[in-house]
């Protein structure tokens, strides 16, 4: 069995069955075939791998739970280890609903229960297969994006700098968009910060370079694989590694503002940095680390705290504020948590900031 190929492609309609009643895979293929599906079909969990090794063009597996020797939540584990590309339905009886649950947490997309209703799987398969193509369709705008932005980004002169942030933008909006965990972080983020920054009485362009770098400070997270932003459980080291690089990669990305705009770099690289020096990418401490840079920490910190994220559901509002001010001296500016809950005295101020329109982007 080949051990690694190359991620496979979610765009075509090709699906395989996996199930060890030749009863039941028949009754499938029938199924999607009237839909103008491509079906292929293996008896067990080994042979479906293999399938799925051979076939770059497959979009969809569809897999019953309980099969002699290894059963399908160890394909499912697999394939969403080595191919996330591919989705995963599961097939399950009345009595496994609860583990057809917990396949759901592990990365399925959704299950088709036994005894089979037709209209039933046809409607789950063809939802299944457009949220792949939408996903596809998304990675392969970034990857074009990432590339020509990369290239571009020494051409590119001042006079540009108003097409290419509004490039950036649409980038960190595609990001968001795919994911209803992060949908909306960096604009909250910015709002947060800019209400903050303004109590700490900074107006004028660096109120500007602020709301900018607050909107911008997870660019970098373009590079990222969804394998590893979605991922429900905890990150291995090379995973959190890979997550640490968006700093420094959104920095990269960015360049080209470099002299126009060094506070929204400084936000995109340092917003994890920590004032004992425990943060990423440089290890920078206290004063080492710009104000505006420390604003746009708290703000993310409290946002990412009162959020829903793949490994865990949103905490209250007290319980992050109770945390911002736990860490303060260590990994928070004190003042700033004090002007950010002074900006914020009611939960409802956290639902209702206007939205800060841009004076300059040059």
Known sequence: ?????????????????????????????????????????????????????RDPDLALVISDIHMPGIDGIWLLGELRRRYPDVGVLMLTGDADLDTAVQCLKIGALDYLSKPMIVAEVQARVDKAI????????????????????EERVGELSRKNQEMFLAQVQMAVQMLEAKDTYTRGHSSRVARYAVSTA??????????????????????????????????PGALTPEEFGEIQRHTVDGERM????????????????????????????????????????????????FDAMTSNRAYRTKEPIAWAIDELQRHCGSHFDENVVHAFLEAHPSPRHFHSLPIVKATTTT
Request: avoid cysteine.
């Open 1 to 53: 069995m080949t051990l690694s190929t190359p991620p496979v492609a979610a765009d075509g309609r090709r699906i395989l069955i996996v199930d060890d009643d030749d009863g039941i895979r028949r009754v499938l293929r029938r199924i999607l075939e009237q839909r103008g599906y491509q079906v292929l079909d293996a008896n067990g969990a080994e042979a479906a791998l293999d399938q799925v090794v």
């Open 130 to 149: 457009e949220k792949l193509q939408m996903t596809f369709e998304i990675r392969r705008f970034q990857e074009r994006y990432q590339a020509d932005l």
């Open 198 to 231: 303004r109590h700490l009485g900074l107006d004028g362009r660096e109120l500007e370079e602020i709301r900018l770098g607050g909107e911008l400070h997870d660019i970098g997270k373009i590079g990222t694989r969804d394998a590893v932003l979605n991922k």
């Open 254 to 301: 960015l360049g080209v503002l470099r002299a126009d705009h060094p506070l929204v770099l400084q936000i995109v690289r340092w917003h994890h940095e920590r004032l004992d020096g425990s943060g990423f990418p440089d290890g920078l401490d206290a004063d080492r680390i710009p104000l505006p840079v420390r604003i746009v920490s708290v703000a993310d910190a």
